[in-house]
């Protein structure tokens, strides 16, 4: 696959003959690439489709691209990760998101844990999930991949693992350092094709949520003796399972 330019459009499909890129997509095109009519580029819509097209005009609402044909982008994982994230303070959860897409991460629930300090609800969340799916769209132009993954926000642990893709392997990141090591663990395991993994919060999970995550079918694994933070720890565990399961070699 060539090296283009890369923008989303959500609504092309295999038929489209004509793409019209707007908004924040149009003026990275124009203000920040400074691209020109008769520029090749690609489009994405996200859900795995990728169109080769040439700018056919740029006008100061709109550039219009005139498709040339399909991209068969190979960028994707064999393996999807379903990563369950208690949810955390700050801007921490925009660089899970955005380093989870880059590693190929296939799904994003944050979660409110008894030890989240973040509130939910009270008419945050949709911004929120706009924010953060903003974030995974960037993260997956960037990282060239067809894909943007699904980000979801839950009231609970429970939700969050009944909303979640049933991965074939249920990791449950424990407090207890004396669980299975997770390297280890995984190279027991081998020809894995989906991996759902949780992650508490700052603190880690409450033992009552452990007890449900393992009630469910999910292995406590430690990642070593050293403490971690939240982030850190999500995106050892992304990074871990890519290495043993996955493609990153």
Known sequence: MTSLRRFFLEDITPESKEGCIKGTELIH???VLRLRTGDTISLFNGKGLELSGEIASIDVSSARVAIKGVIDNKNESPLEITLVQGLIKGDKPELIIQKAVELGGRELIFFASARSVPDIGAGKDSARLARWTNVAIAAAKQSKRPLVPDIMLCRNLKTAIESAAQGSLKLLL????STLDLRAFLRKNTGISAVSAIVGP?????AEEETLAQSLGFVPISLGPRTLRAETAALSIVTLLQY?????N
Not at 202 to 206: D, H, T, V
Request: hydrophobic share 35%; glycine share 18%.
């Open 29 to 31: 095109l124009k203000k």
């Open 174 to 177: 424990s407090n207890d350092a």
């Open 244 to 248: 043993e399961l996955g493609d990153a």
């Open 202 to 206: 700052e603190g880690g999970l409450i």
